[in-house]
């Protein structure tokens, strides 16, 4: 069942078969994830947030048409449940006071991640620093691997405008990076 194609397995599920969206699942849940630890900026969130999406999906599969690629109505279900949790998150904490303990924890165990994995660190903090809309465009592009007509048909954008997005975003990133690796050169 795992050799099928997406479009099957959407018809299997569709027709009561679990073990056919369980391959779907499993064939997407990691890109999911990442996708909402992007957002989210962290782990438990994240994986509740894949998980969450996944049943949605499980729950409207019925209402999906085909139009677009599954992946895509995926992406777009959990793009809308991680605005959903940030704004959820931004409200409670809007009156509430961090524990200053608690923050100085944080803060030394982020400075002891960024020690073990700089460099890795440095691009997450850099796509980071990217506007929403040129970071979202990079990782369908490098990460995800869509092509530009999914990207297209999935942003609900013009293929231009997926086209200058991801140039924008790479050029940034460049010139982010040079003076890096002259660092590393010289």
């Keep these: 069942m795992n050799s099928l194609s997406d479009e099957e397995l959407v018809r299997l599920a569709k027709e009561g078969q679990t073990e056919a ?16 630890k992007s957002r989210l900026q962290d782990d438990q969130l994240a994986k509740d ?23 895509g109505w995926v992406y777009v279900i959990a793009v809308n ?6 704004r959820k998150i931004r ?3 809007k009156h509430c006071r961090p524990d200053p303990l608690y923050l100085k924890e944080e803060i030394e165990a982020a400075e002891f991640d960024i020690q073990k994995q700089k460099f890795i660190s440095k691009i997450d903090d850099e796509l980071d620093g990217l506007p929403r809309i040129l970071r979202e465009a990079l990782i369908l592009r490098e990460i995800e691997g869509m092509s ?20 924008c975003a790479r050029k940034r990133l460049r ?7 002259q660092e590393v050169v010289n």
């Design 21 to 36: 969206f369980g391959y779907l699942y499993s064939r997407y849940r990691y890109r999911i994830f990442r996708l909402a």
């Design 49 to 71: 947030a894949t998980q969450e999406t996944f049943l949605r999906a499980l729950r409207g599969l019925k209402g999906f048409r085909g139009d677009s690629k599954f992946y």
């Design 81 to 86: 449940l991680c605005a959903g949790v940030t």
């Design 91 to 93: 409200l409670e904490h």
């Design 148 to 167: 530009y007509k999914e990207m297209a048909h999935t942003l609900n954008i013009s293929l231009n405008a997926v086209a200058s997005r991801v140039h």
């Design 175 to 181: 010139e982010k990076f040079a003076p890096h690796f």
